[in-house]
């Protein structure tokens, strides 16, 4: 009897933990394909679920943050939704590829061109941003999240580090360390990368005779058990015509 009302209590327990979780997962976030490293490029999802039993999601407004403007952001196209791209002038201009950037991208604005993210439905929203800054370790998106029946839900609160998850965060875009041969690298760094391909390349070209002459010499030696196993079997063969005889 014991046992079962202990069993019992970790269900309840159990239950209670997984239903008090749900909603800290079920917010607007921004996951990169792959990697976001520190100043390069990257493609970036933003997933969107939809909350509500009974309404759907028509309209995400993402907001890019101003204390490190991205000087490339595109989104790609999704299927039933279209893009706006808002571009506002800089405070302070940026330098890319020797060229000096006067404006960056500040909002892109999803709608709906049909039903939208149905109930039960997530959707998700790919864009490719850059590059991305080197002196900050994440970026804040703030979101905005509009349903058919009028309801507005504002993810902008920024976490704090060491605090409690708010009700409503904003999406973080963790950034990883610098990659070597990054887009932001130099010239004489993407010199380098080509020497090292043409390096590549040459020793290649050549291993290829090699592998043609180890490929040779394969076919030899199965050629050569083959008839290695033809001479035992003439022989096992030999071997009892003479004790018949």
Sequence with gaps: MKASRIAAA????????????????AHVSVQPEGTAAKGGYAVVDFKVPNERDKAST??????????????????????????????????????????????????VTWTAEGKGIEPGFFQKFPVSVGTLPEDTDELVFKAIQTYDNKEVVRWIE??????????????VLE?????????????????SDSDDAEAASAKTEAAEPADGSDTTARVLGVVGIVVGALGVAYGVLAGRRRSDA
Excluded: C
Aim: aromatic share 4%.
């Design 158 to 171: 920024v976490p704090q580090e060491g605090q409690d998850e708010p009700e409503n965060p904003a999406p």
């Design 10 to 25: 970790g269900v309840l327990a159990g239950t209670t933990v997984l239903a008090l979780s749900v909603p800290a997962f």
């Design 175 to 191: 950034l990883s360390a610098a990659e070597e041969g990054h887009h932001g690298s130099s010239s004489s760094d993407k010199a």
């Design 58 to 107: 028509t309209k995400l407004e993402v907001t890019f943050p101003t204390d490190h403007p991205l000087a490339s952001v595109m989104p790609q196209p999704v299927p039933g939704w279209k893009a706006v791209v808002t571009k506002s002038t800089l405070d302070k201009p940026l330098e890319m590829h020797g060229k000096k950037i006067t404006e960056a991208v500040t909002k």
